[in-house]
């Protein structure tokens, strides 16, 4: 039986000793694990008035600061809190000029360690140059020849990452295409997030394919005709001012994802139903319930995975409308990975130190930044 994400696969007593659902796991379809340090970090040199601003002054400087030592423990308190949420399986983009190598195992490592399944790739650029972008794509190229020297656990995949196209040459398009292609992986990309990214789908119409992940898609005309899953981030395209993406005007399969901001997927779905809403009185909570399942077919192995809630009717009309409902228990692939509310494969009080600790390095070196 496929159990969808609002498909009670059972009702009961949980370990916590209170009436309870549970699921299978849920899966965030867009995350950037760096950015879990971001969070209390100093304010930027000059006030950013516009998407391209949000990106030069805050993004851009920080995942310069980063290394791979904040790089494992951003994502370990990521995964952690994803955990905490229910959500078994992340799908992460990650940039980090100044630490490319290795980056991507150093990722997957912290989110296997923690229990959390997890397909990252390496956001390539020409910011820092043609010589950067390529070297991106050699971080990409690194990670998916290990994944498939491993055995394969169904705990860790790969795509091919790219920014976006207002920041790549044609030429690295194509490359990042082919790479893809040639590993036998979808690519994932930022797609018409704000108005500098405008043309986008021109650039890349006739690279895309069915297994590519469209992020945002928020200035994509209607009849934009790229292939691919549109990732819908309702709190990141408020939080940049970048307007509604709309997406049931698109004919693409439409997924749910943070942009960095956590993996609380229920809390997502709560905000990507208010904002559809919001633009339409006739908008039901079923349509963004039905984005979380799109999320289930990126990562299937979740169905192997289970969530037990606080709350015994995990359906779109009561969670749409349900202040707080916790998680009891996860388990991973059968096995324990949350009891009680708390991680059983880690040390989570640790994890919380450790990463306040490389946050700390981390709002420093942005300081002395110029
Ligand atoms: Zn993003």
């Given amino acids: 039986?496929?159990?969808?994400?609002?498909?009670?696969?059972?009702?009961?007593?949980?370990?916590?000793?209170?009436?309870?659902?549970?699921?299978?796991?849920?899966?965030?379809?867009?995350?950037?694990?760096?950015?879990?340090?971001?969070?209390?970090?100093?304010p930027p040199p000059s006030e950013p008035t516009s998407f391209l601003g949000i990106l030069e002054n805050v993004w851009w400087r920080l995942d310069q600061a980063l290394d791979l030592e904040m790089i494992e423990w951003s994502a370990k308190l990521g995964a952690l809190e994803a955990l905490e949420a229910g959500c078994t399986a992340i799908i992460d983009h990650h940039e980090s000029p100044r630490a490319i190598s290795g980056s991507l195992s150093v990722i997957a490592d912290a989110c296997n360690e923690v229990g959390v399944r997890i397909n990252t790739c390496y956001g390539i650029?020409?910011?820092?140059?043609?010589?950067?972008?390529?070297?991106?794509?050699?971080?990409?190229?690194?990670?998916?020849?290990?994944?498939?020297?491993?055995?394969?656990?169904?705990?860790?995949?790969?795509?091919?990452?790219?920014?976006?196209?207002?920041?790549?040459?044609?030429?690295?398009?194509?490359?990042?295409?082919?790479?893809?292609?040639?590993?036998?992986?979808?690519?994932?990309i930022h797609v018409a997030e704000g108005p500098?990214?405008?043309?986008?789908?021109?650039?890349?119409?006739?690279?895309?394919?069915?297994?590519?992940?469209?992020?945002?898609?928020?200035?994509?005309?209607?009849?934009?005709?790229?292939?691919?899953?549109?990732?819908?981030?309702?709190?990141?395209?408020?939080?940049?001012?970048?307007?509604?993406?709309?997406?049931?005007?698109?004919?693409?399969?439409?997924g749910l994802g943070t942009d960095g901001i956590g993996a609380d997927m229920l809390a997502e779905f709560q905000l990507a139903y208010v904002a559809h809403r919001a633009a339409?009185?006739?908008?039901?909570?079923d349509t963004a319930w039905s984005w979380l399942d799109?999320?289930?077919?990126?990562?299937?192995?979740?169905?192997?995975?289970?969530?037990?809630?606080?709350?015994?009717?995990?359906e779109p009309w009561h969670v749409a409308f349900t202040p707080t409902i916790n998680v009891i228990d996860v388990d991973v692939d059968g096995e324990s990975a949350v009891r009680n509310g708390v991680a059983t494969r880690v040390d989570a009080d640790e994890i919380r130190a450790k990463a306040t600790e490389q946050a700390a390095r981390l709002h420093s070196a942005l300081e002395e930044m110029p």
Avoid: K, Q
């Fill in 294 to 314: 799109t999320n289930r077919t990126l990562f299937p192995e979740v169905e192997r995975d289970t969530v037990t809630w606080s709350y015994d009717t995990i």
């Fill in 196 to 254: 500098d990214d405008i043309g986008v789908a021109d650039r890349i119409s006739d690279l895309t394919r069915d297994d590519w992940l469209l992020i945002h898609g928020v200035h994509l005309p209607d009849d934009h005709g790229l292939h691919g899953t549109i990732i819908h981030n309702p709190r990141s395209n408020m939080n940049n001012s970048v307007g509604y993406a709309d997406p049931i005007r698109f004919t693409n399969p439409i």
């Fill in 125 to 188: 650029t020409d910011r820092h140059g043609s010589a950067g972008a390529l070297r991106g794509l050699a971080e990409n190229d690194r990670y998916l020849r290990e994944l498939s020297e491993r055995d394969d656990d169904g705990m860790r995949r790969g795509m091919v990452g790219v920014h976006a196209a207002f920041t790549c040459t044609d030429t690295h398009l194509v490359d990042a295409a082919e790479l893809a292609e040639a590993h036998g992986v979808g690519v994932h």
């Fill in 1 to 42: 039986m496929v159990m969808g994400v609002g498909t009670v696969v059972g009702v009961g007593v949980g370990s916590g000793g209170v009436v309870s659902a549970t699921t299978t796991g849920l899966v965030c379809g867009h995350h950037h694990l760096y950015s879990a340090l971001a969070r209390g970090m100093p």
């Fill in 280 to 285: 339409d009185i006739g908008a039901s909570p």
